[in-house]
């Protein structure tokens, strides 16, 4: 008579787990189940690129203005006048030179002239405001660099436009009107004498000679004197027409790139860092899909009823293909 043992100890059943690969998801779904990994990156990439902003040398402008005024100021009220002293403006600019008002610099800041980078002059529109502006390596450099530029474009409009003073173009065709007056007195004293003289004994060579040297110097005399009396002439009816500069605002630091690079390599690294991490999300959801290889489990607690229910817990991805079978006898 034959008997059936019953198993003593669990049974072995082997169990092939599957994986089903769901379809790719989207580089933002990605993200948001990494989101701590994507955090971490953008921050560090916008904290590097302040980083290299603050590091990176900056520049600083320091600015002056000046105004083109006129010495009369009735010239206020005359029609047209806002137009033609922001021509005036336009044109006084151009006596600054960027190569020109570097080397004008050297003797003013010796050797911190090599900081200076950029010299410019411009009008502001629709007024008779010109804007000088010096962009230096240091901010100390570029407020001297300003007044110097400044001192620089006053002198160079005065040399321009300054008139001759009138009461001393005076003095000097009175000078010269006594001399011209005094040679010719010598001239006719000598012509006189000379046709005075009997015809028995005619005057000299040399006091021929006297006279036309006489005549000579007078007919140079009267052409300075004529030449001076037109430039009087032109100093006093020139006189109201004239104009100068006035320093408006004294050279001040107006601008500089340090809080800018910040800012902009700050955005630069942030943008970096989020790809960064945008990428890194990507690659370590793909990780998490790769195929688990086929396993044994047993009919003990955590055996394939365990095991399916921590796979689908985990990602949801995997099946039982053979079920659990048991051996009893």
């Given at each position: ?10 049974s072995e059943v ?21 989101w701590v990994v ?292």
């Amino acid at each position: 008579m034959s008997s059936t043992k019953p198993s003593t100890g669990p049974s072995e059943v082997p169990v092939e787990v599957v994986t089903v690969d769901r379809e790719p998801v989207s580089p933002l779904t990605a993200l948001r189940r990494h989101w701590v990994v994507g955090a971490v990156l953008t921050i560090a990439g916008a904290l590097t690129g302040a980083a290299l902003g603050a590091a990176t040398p900056a520049s600083f402008t320091s600015e002056s203005r000046v105004a083109v005024g006129s010495n009369d100021l009735l010239a206020l009220s005359v029609p047209g006048y806002a137009y033609a002293a922001g021509q005036l403006a336009a044109s006084t600019a151009r006596y600054v030179d960027n190569s020109q008002a570097l080397g004008a610099l050297e003797p003013v800041l010796g050797e911190d002239a090599a900081e200076v980078e950029d010299v410019s002059a411009s009008p502001i529109p629709e007024s008779n405001i010109i804007r000088v502006e010096v962009t230096a390596a240091t901010s100390d450099v570029a407020t001297r660099a300003t007044a110097a530029v400044t001192d620089y474009l006053l002198e160079q409009s005065s040399r321009v436009n300054t008139s001759s003073d009138a009461d001393e173009l005076l003095g000097q065709y009175a000078d010269l009107s006594r001399e011209v007056a005094q040679t010719r007195a010598e001239r006719d004293s000598l012509s006189a004498s000379i046709q005075s003289a009997p015809a028995t004994a005619p005057p000299s060579p040399d006091v021929q000679a006297q006279l036309v040297d006489l005549e000579a110097q007078l007919a140079v005399l009267s052409a300075r004197q004529g030449a001076l009396e037109a430039r009087y002439q032109d100093a006093v009816t020139s006189d109201d027409l004239s104009y100068q500069l006035v320093t408006v605002a004294e050279a001040a630091p107006s601008f500089d790139t340090s809080t800018t690079q910040v800012q902009r390599y700050g955005l630069v690294g942030l943008v970096a860092g989020l790809l960064l991490g945008l990428l890194a999300a990507v690659l370590l959801d793909r990780a998490r899909r790769r195929p688990r290889p086929a396993g044994v489990v047993t009919d003990e607690p955590g055996g394939v009823d365990s095991l399916l229910e921590t796979d689908r817990s985990g990602d949801g991805r995997t099946t039982v293909a053979e079920t659990r079978a048991r051996d009893r006898s």
